[in-house]
């Protein structure tokens, strides 16, 4: 069974752009979380999708939303890119009714 | 809002030696999970724990479910090279508040 993907793997963005990100979870999976990792504030939640609505959101302003699609897909968009957002971006999928995650290699971007 | 310390942050250890780390929390949670990520890429789950006071092993991976829920332990038996890299723990309850610890670095020295 194929792993959590994440496209692109890379990005390199400039200040004000927006970017998407987008993720596919494991077949069979319909919850798909998503994280931004930085080195000085490790793993942080930005929010959870499942069934295409928005079900836990974490502490993020508004430039960071996302969605999902009837086949579970996920993206996720930041708009008006800081360079603070530079970060590996992490989205991960779970059975319905599980607690356990399974993620993707992650989107590393970086914001000059 | 809940959160996990671990501790070390950080350990260098010697081939072939065995490695002990924690996590623990002011909060309970009702399951326990153990990641491994190596640089550049998404944490790799290495094991799951659904019960207080639970031991599970993995290969040379031992993590138990503290009784109080409130704490983990993860054990690596025997350590090799490709052990290092960052172990994460994370806590959940009921699918409402998934939360990660800031990690143990682990080092394997040849």
């Known amino acids: 069974k194929a792993g959590v993907t994440q496209t692109p793997r890379y990005l390199i963005k400039t200040r004000g752009q927006q970017v998407t990100l987008s993720c596919s979870p494991i077949?069979?999976?319909?919850?798909v979380s998503w994280y931004q990792q930085t080195p000085g504030q490790g793993l942080q939640f930005l929010f959870e999708?499942?069934?295409?609505?928005?079900?836990n959101k974490g502490n993020f302003p508004g430039r960071f939303s996302g969605r999902q699609f009837s086949n579970s897909r996920s993206e996720m968009n930041v708009s008006t890119l800081e360079l603070g957002d530079s970060a590996l971006y992490l989205c991960?999928?779970?059975?319905?009714?599980?607690?356990?995650?399974?993620f993707g290699p992650g989107t590393r971007l970086l914001v000059l | 809002g809940q959160q996990l310390n671990q501790s070390p942050q950080s350990m260098f250890i010697q081939e072939g030696e065995d490695v002990s780390m924690n996590c623990t929390s002011s909060?309970?949670?009702?399951?326990w999970l153990w990641y491994k990520q190596d640089p550049g890429e998404g944490p790799v789950l290495l094991i799951a724990?659904?019960?207080?006071?639970e031991l599970t092993s993995n290969g040379r991976l031992t993590a138990q479910f503290g009784i109080t829920r409130k704490d983990s332990f993860l054990n690596i038996s025997a350590s090799i090279p490709s052990d290092v890299g960052i172990y994460f723990c994370?806590?959940?309850?009921?699918?409402?508040?998934?939360?990660f610890g800031p990690g143990t670095r682990l080092s394997v020295l040849p």
């Open positions: 077949s069979g999976h319909r919850s």
């Open positions: 991960a999928s779970s059975r319905a009714g599980s607690e356990t995650q399974y």
């Open positions: 724990l659904y019960k207080a006071g």
């Open positions: 994370a806590g959940d309850n009921y699918g409402q508040n998934f939360v």
């Open positions: 999708y499942f069934s295409e609505t928005q079900r």
């Open positions: 909060s309970i949670f009702n399951t």
